[in-house]
């Protein structure tokens, strides 16, 4: 097996007396996409808000590529391309759609205070790439005719594809997906479900989180199953499905991974 690019290692958090995430251990391999389930309380995102630096670990310790990134602040791990989405969908609503995914390129543009007060001509190149770019990632998540439409006056289903587009704006390596399928409809399900396999072959490795079972299993190469803050189970889709501890914490039932929508 390749070498892991991201380790997280004995991950305690906790909130006063809640033990949110307890000794937790995982490792994330280049190229595969791994979902990330569990019943609500879980544990699930405020292991992502530890990861992308959010919130300090209580304990443990987080590495990507091998590098100590445990405490690293937010736009620290983004230069260092891990980018994630938010369970809230439009997170610019009085944005345009094409402005939310300039935004969403800030820390790569490199455009200089002094270049965007006066309009230098090395200023403007570099807007210029930056809106031909944005344009690039709207034709790749299905968006570019919706480029002129406010965040908040999108459908559901378009602010969570905007939320999807906004975190490939970052250019991650690591994507981390923060239930981009629930509450979908079947054609907004399938899409998002495309994007996620082509996000992964044009190089990114992805995680998500997601309660859409049905969605999810179909595109994941491997499930790791959290309950109270602690990993239960691990394996692929179809062994995570007939596990008997992830049904009885949370699934209810074996599931049929071969409906994917």
């Not at 390749?2 to 909130?15: A, C, D, M, Q």
């Not at 033990?19 to 391999?29: E, G, H, K, V």
């Not at 345009?96 to 403007?124: A, I």
């Amino acid at each position: 097996m390749s070498t892991p690019l991201l380790e997280v290692r004995n991950i305690t958090k906790r909130f006063g007396g809640l033990t949110a995430i307890s000794r937790l251990s995982f490792d994330i391999y280049p190229g595969e996409i791994a979902g990330l389930i569990g019943p609500n309380g879980a544990g699930k995102t405020t292991l992502f808000n530890v990861i992308t630096g959010f919130y300090p670990p209580t304990e443990g310790k987080v590495f990507y590529k091998g590098e100590d990134i445990t405490g690293f602040k937010p736009h620290q791990l983004v230069k260092r391309r891990i980018g994630r989405s938010f369970q809230l969908t439009a997170l610019f609503d009085n944005l345009s759609v094409f402005q939310s995914v300039v935004m969403s390129q800030h820390l790569h543009t490199e455009v200089g205070f002094w270049g965007s007060l006066f309009h230098t001509p090395s200023n403007h190149q570099k807007e210029k790439a930056t809106e031909a770019k944005t344009m690039e990632i709207l034709k790749f998540t299905g968006l570019e005719t919706q480029r002129d439409v406010l965040a908040k006056n999108l459908s559901h289903g378009y602010q969570k594809t905007l939320n999807f587009t906004m975190a490939i704006g970052t250019e991650p390596e690591l994507l981390m997906l923060d239930e981009p399928l629930c509450a979908l409809n079947p054609e907004r399900v399938t899409a998002i479900q495309n994007l996620i396999r082509t996000a992964r072959d044009k190089g990114v490795t992805v995680l998500v989180i997601e309660h859409n079972m049905k969605a999810l299993f179909p595109i994941c190469d491997r499930i790791m199953v959290l309950d109270a803050g602690m990993k239960i189970a691990e394996g692929t889709p179809k062994e995570i499905g007939e596990n008997s501890k992830v049904i009885e914490a949370y699934l209810g039932g074996a599931i049929d991974v071969s409906d994917g929508r």
